[in-house]
């Protein structure tokens, strides 16, 4: 049977009542060894005993959570704007190639988004899966003269960029946030 209430309040709860149990033990061994003075004595160690728990509880929690969410990220930030920057790259120039408008690109600037575009997917740190969508995308723009194949290859290429993002965090079959 499960548990109405959530894990870490249950930690907090079992925490909070060994710490009780803490004080009241000390306390009452204080209260046997010297009455009066003994029983306040008891009780500060008691209490400070109480209070060491609760830190070390708190350091392992924020611990664990920090862990937790190492493992779920993924990515390094670099490798992040290096993927951006060719999405970008790759996007202006098929926006040259297959301009809304006709004629509305000269034949100077499609060559320098060609050329920015190639320099972009050919950095060092830029994580595999998008280098390869990079280099299909560029291919497809180059060769053809599809314009909806050309968006779908760089739809590809949007979706690697955004799987390579550290906060993109990916659920089994949840879906992705």
Request: hydrophobic share 45%.
């Amino acid at each position: 049977m499960r548990s109405p209430f959530p894990p870490g309040s249950l930690l907090y709860a079992v925490g909070g009542l060994s710490g009780m149990c803490v004080m009241v033990m000390g306390a009452g061994a204080g209260f046997l060894v010297d009455r009066w003075w003994g029983l306040g004595t008891g009780l500060v160690l008691g209490v400070g005993l109480f209070l060491l728990i609760v830190r070390a509880t708190v350091l392992l929690c924020s611990l664990q959570t920090r862990q937790t969410l190492q493992s779920l990220t993924k990515g390094d930030p670099a490798g992040e704007v290096a993927a951006h920057m060719v999405l970008h790259a790759v996007s202006l120039y098929q926006a040259a190639v297959f301009p809304l408008r006709p004629g509305g690109v000269s034949a100077q600037e499609r060559d320098l988004r060609r050329l920015i575009a190639y320099r972009a997917a050919a950095r060092e740190r830029l994580p595999q899966p998008v280098r390869v969508s990079a280099a299909e995308a560029l291919e497809v723009i180059e060769q053809s003269q599809d314009a909806k194949r050309a968006q779908a290859a760089v739809w590809i290429l949007n979706e690697a960029v955004r799987d390579c993002r550290p906060g993109f965090i990916s659920l089994h079959d949840d879906g992705a946030s």
